[in-house]
């Protein structure tokens, strides 16, 4: 089989690798589509911490062409379409316990990240992968693949809104129009709140916008906490979502906040400067400032549902399909920043 094997810095090949052996457990799942995370593209970019060589690819999707003989065929059968949960969970740890695997402690030791001996990776982009029966969600046919690879990036942004207790009629800021941001967009409208972008590219504006935002603007041409407060009597807004990286946008998102409100980190820190915080104000307002990441396991099948059954239309946030054979120009297209979510496909 092929698969997009990273060899260093920029360095990305087509390679031939043996065909991958399932075990009892197991299904060989044939990957149609893989979406383009920022972290594949940092890893491209080589700023990142693990093992070369790396096959990326977390946000995939496929068909089911081979079952091991302890999977349970009413389950899920050759022919199925298919996505995976792609955090190496282990189930037993105290995280994985109670309910929060995407913290699973050993995770950060699996192979996907440190394989000095292997390939490193979440393996996506690759013909075929082995994937745990317990691991696999199934979707209806009719679905494209192109929109079941958004599963993984639309079930992080699940994650974040459920932490956040949404009520209707609250104000909720979103800092950032990528497709994280827009996720957050049409998830906060789905939870009946009033949604305010900060974004400075005019084109993202508009298509949150179109997808609901009620109000936008462009940080970069006003005041931007003073825009926030004049929006909400003074107060700020009851819910932040933070999706960018800037160390310096995270204190903006905190001063967004109104006093009891929620600060979310939903992105990691580029570079991962301290950020100054007024403890004092965290204590006197009862702000609350976290951080969310990855998603659960049902957290992850919310999205499976929200997709699957049409609640939240994907097609608006696809820029772009490449066929593997032009990966290359696939990483150079998503590295612009003014794309949305680049795909990958296998046929
Ligand atoms: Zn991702
Ligand atoms: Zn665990």
């Known amino acids: ?162 932490r956040a207790q949404l009520m209707f009629g609250q104000d909720v800021v979103i800092i950032g129009g990528g497709v994280m941001g827009l996720f957050h967009v049409v998830l906060a409208k789905l939870s009946g709140t009033r949604v305010i972008l900060s974004e400075p590219n005019a084109e993202r504006r508009k298509l949150a916008e179109e997808l609901g935002a009620d109000l936008t603007f462009d940080p970069t041409k006003v005041d931007a906490v003073a825009f926030v407060k004049e929006q909400t009597e003074g107060r700020g807004a009851e819910v932040v979502f933070n999706t960018t990286s800037a160390p310096q946008i995270a204190k903006q998102a905190m001063d967004f906040t109104a006093t009891g409100g929620q600060t979310f980190m939903f992105s990691s820190l580029h570079p991962n400067d301290p950020v100054p ?7 006197s307002y009862e702000k609350l400032i976290t951080g969310t990441v990855s998603p659960k396991i049902p957290t992850f099948y919310r999205s499976v549902q929200l997709i699957a059954k049409g609640i939240v239309d994907v097609t608006p946030l696809l820029a772009k399909t490449f066929d593997y054979t032009d990966a290359v120009d696939a990483f150079e297209y998503a590295l612009r920043p003014d794309t949305l979510k680049t795909i990958i496909t296998f046929d």
């Open 1 to 162: 089989m092929k698969a997009i094997v990273e060899t260093g810095v920029k360095q990305l090949e087509i390679q031939e690798l043996p065909m991958p052996v399932i075990e009892k457990d197991e299904v060989l799942m044939k990957v149609r589509a893989n979406g383009l995370c920022t972290n594949d593209l940092r890893d491209y970019l080589g700023d990142m911490k693990y093992t070369y060589p790396r096959i990326g690819g977390h946000e995939f999707s496929g068909e089911v062409v081979e079952i091991g003989s302890e999977v349970n065929p009413e389950h899920f059968d050759v022919g199925d379409h298919v996505v995976k949960y792609i955090i190496p969970a282990c189930g037993e740890c105290h995280y994985c316990k109670t309910g929060r695997e995407n913290l699973c402690i050993e995770v950060s030791k699996s192979t996907t990240f440190q394989n000095p001996d292997g390939i490193s990776g979440f393996l996506g982009m690759s013909q075929y992968i082995t994937v745990k029966s317990r691991d696999l969600y199934k979707y209806p046919k009719e679905v494209p693949f192109t929109h079941s690879a958004f599963t993984e990036p639309l079930a992080c942004v699940v994650n974040s809104v459920e």
């Open 277 to 283: 915080t007024d403890m004092g104000v965290v204590h």
